[in-house]
C-alpha cells in the first residue's frame, strides 16, 4: 500500500489525502451464503505477535477511520451486516443472521444474528444499525464511506430482529455495499465520540484494548462472541514498525510471527525462516494527465506517453517480477476482468507516430510524481523511456502527496503525473472501483479535467446503465473500460504484487491479503 489515510472532518480534504490510497479489499461478485464452521477454544494465553508497516494516523471509529493500520484493527473489532474475508474475497454473513430478504425493487429486510453482542456485553439492537447506518449518511458527520452507498433513502427498525432499508433507485449492488458500514453501539458513541474514537467498541472477534502512537496495538479474544470467526488466540499484539529493516528484523527474529509488505528485496532471505507471498491486487501506478491543457488535451499525446514506457523493464528492475503489466483497468485476477481494446504494449515507435499525428515536433513537461519510496524507483525509468524519444524532453519533480495534490492538481498547475493508487481498500465491485476516478467532480472535474467531453459522458451513461440493468452490467463496464483505455485520462501502469511474511510453523490457516494490513480471523497459534 501506497499512503496511510488521514483523518480530517472536510470531505474534500479526505479525497485530497487519499488521492494516493494504497492496496485494499477486493469484493466478490456475487453474495456467498455463509456455512458455520467449528473452531476450537483458543488455548489460555496463546498469543499472536505482528509487524504492521503503517503508524496510526486516525482514530478507530468506523464513521471516520481511514487510517492503514487503524481499518485492518478493525477487520478484527466490528462488524458489518454482510462482511469480505479480507483474504478470500468471499461474503459471508456477519451481523445479519440471513441472507437479505428483497420485497420489491426498493425495500430490502435483513434479520440480525441471534444473540450478537457488542465487548461492553450489551446486545447489538436493530436501534444500532439504523444508527450506524443513519450517522454515516448523515452529510453534517461527513464521512468519506456517504459516498459508497448514496442510493440508500431511508433505514428503519421494523422490530427487535428485522431492519428494512428503502433505496432511492434499484440497484443491483445493494448486498455488495453493505460491507461499507460496520455496526457501532449507539449508547457508546452517545457517551462520547471521542472517547469511542481512541477506545472502540464493537462485536467482532477481538476486543480493543489499548494502541499506543509508533509503538502497537493490543487486542484480546471476546468470549461473546458467536460469529463465523471467533478468536482463536486470546491476545494479539500488533507492533507498529514503519521502517522496513525492524519489521524484516522482526520476522526474521521470531520477535512477531508475520509482517505486511515485505521488502521486495528482503523476499528470498526471509522465505528461509518461513512462508513469503506476493498477492495479486488492484492497487496501480497511474498515469494522469491535465487533459485541458495543450497538448495533453489530445488523447495521442496521452497514449503516446502510454506506448512508451517499458513496462516490463518497471516490473523486473523496481518490483522485482511483483507486478502485472496494466492490460486492463482492473488487474487479470479481479472477476469483472475484460482486456482493453487499447493496450498500452511498450512500442516506442507507435509512440513517435502518435506523436507525429499529433503534429508535434517538440514536447517538453515536467513530470509531477509522490514521494513513495517505489513510486521514486519507478520515475527514472519512465523518464528514461520519454526521453528517448525524438523531439521529447521531460523533468522530474517529486512532491509529499498532500503538496502534489494541494497545491498542483487542484489547482491545475501541472502537466502529467504519476501516484499509486487503490479505492479497492474501500470495495471490489467494479461499479466503485470505476466510480471513484470517473464519477463525480473530485477527480474528472477538478483534477484530470476531463469532464466535459463527450467520452466522459457517455462512460457516466455506461456506468447508470450497468448499476440498473445487472443483465447488461459486463457489457456496458467493458464499453466503460475501453473509452477509458483510449482515452487514457487517468489509467494504470501496473498493478502491484504485496508481499507478506509469516511463520507457517507457528500460524495456523493464515492467508496473505491483496490490501494493506493483516487478518487473523480464523486463524491460530499450532
Known sequence: MGTQFELNPSRRHFMKLLAGVGAGFAFSSTLGTFTNKAFAAPAAGSTIEAGIAYPISTGFDPLTSSGASSMAANLHIFEGLVDLHPATRQPYLALAAKEPEQKDETTYHITLREGAKFHDDTPVTTEDVVYSFERVLDPAKASLFAQFIPFIESVKAL????????????????????????????????????????????????????????????????????????????????FLLSDDAARVTAQESGRVQAIESVPYLDSERLKRKGKVESVQSFGLLFLMFNCEKAPFNNPKVRQALHYAIDTQKLIDVVFLGNAQAASSYVQTTHPDYVKATTDYTFDKAKAEALLAEAGLTELKFELLTTDHSWVKECAPLILESWNSLKGVKVSLQHLQSGALYGSHVDTGNFDVVIAPGDPSVFGNDLDLLLSWWYRGDVWPKRRFRWANTPEYAEVQKLLDEAVKNPAGAKEAWTKAINIIAEQAPLYPIVHRKLPTAWNDKVLTDFQPLPTTGLSFLGVGRK
Open 159 to 238: 422490530d427487535d430482529k428485522v431492519v428494512e432499508f428503502k433505496l432511492k433507485y434499484p440497484f443491483a449492488l445493494f448486498k455488495e455495499r453493505l460491507t461499507i458500514v460496520k455496526i457501532v453501539p449507539k449508547h457508546a458513541v452517545e457517551a462520547g465520540q471521542a472517547a469511542f474514537d481512541a477506545k472502540p467498541i464493537g462485536s467482532g472477534p477481538y476486543k480493543f484494548v489499548s494502541a499506543t502512537k509508533d509503538d502497537r496495538i493490543v487486542f484480546e479474544g471476546f468470549d461473546g462472541y458467536n460469529g463465523a470467526y471467533p478468536a482463536l488466540v486470546s491476545k494479539m499484539t500488533w
